[in-house]
């Protein structure tokens, strides 16, 4: 499969679908002038396959947490290609990739330690199992508190910014939120759109991520939490 492709002006994000019928998680390439870096490594074949095709150098890999489908093909690529992995653990902080600014900020929930990674430049964040496409992780290391605490960082980011989530889930995710809110009809919208063009129903605005995701839009910890029971169940 062919990895999808998002324009930002001169740079490129590569969306490449890694451990396909299992976990389906996106790794991603963000690409300028010949060069790229890497979030998340979850599956070696796919990645060295479009670095090689697109001709690509790699810079650095960042990884969001440190579930297998994220990191297990991270130590082949750093091997293979002599390049550092930035961990979640490092301090939340700015610095620079492909000639742009790269902000890491921590958004622990789904796991204890987690980062989300946000080009202000670009207007691209890229949310790990903090947002999937639709949805979010489970709590897996974790609080509630925590996890409706790092939605609500993401909520503050500009409207326009494009969401990159790990997985893609959006179908399962968006059957749930119709579940939620029956009479949304954002969600049914963005299905029927994933029908016909998967990748403009699965890397769309903050704005429409609220619009379409249930968990965004809760006010408090104790609505996050009853709608992360029932999907849980669901």
């Known amino acids: 499969m062919e990895p999808y492709r998002i324009k930002f002006g001169e740079y490129e994000v590569l969306a490449v679908l890694v451990l396909r019928g299992t976990y389906n998680t996106f790794n991603y390439l963000v690409r300028?002038?010949?060069?790229?870096?890497?979030?998340?490594?979850?599956?070696?074949g796919p990645i060295f396959k479009t670095l090689e095709k697109e001709e690509l150098q790699l810079l650095k890999v960042l990884i969001t947490h440190g579930h297998h489908d994220h990191v297990g093909a991270c130590?082949?690529?750093?091997?293979?290609?002599?390049?550092?992995?930035?961990?979640?653990g490092v301090e939340s902080g700015e610095f620079n990739v492909l000639g742009t600014v790269c902000r890491s900020f921590s958004t622990p929930g789904h796991v204890e330690t987690h980062k989300c990674y946000h080009f202000p430049d670009l207007g691209i964040v890229f949310t790990g199992d903090t947002i999937i496409n639709g949805g979010c992780g489970r709590i897996m290391g974790g609080t509630a508190e925590q996890y409706f605490d790092s939605l609500e960082r993401i909520n503050d980011l500009p409207d326009d910014t494009i969401v990159f989530g790990g997985h893609d889930y959006l179908?399962?995710?968006l059957k749930f939120a119709l579940s939620a809110e029956p009479d949304n009809a954002a969600i049914p919208a963005r299905l029927t759109r994933y029908a016909t063009d998967p990748a403009a129903a699965i890397f769309v605005s903050l704005a429409e991520e609220k619009r379409t995701n249930p968990f965004l839009r809760a006010e408090i910890v104790d609505q996050f939490i009853s709608l992360r029971e029932r999907k849980d169940r669901f």
């Not at 130590?75 to 979640?88: E, F, T």
């Open 32 to 44: 300028r002038d010949g060069n790229a870096v890497l979030i998340d490594a979850g599956e070696a």
């Open 75 to 88: 130590r082949a690529v750093q091997d293979r290609l002599g390049v550092l992995s930035r961990s979640p």
């Open 171 to 173: 179908m399962d995710n």
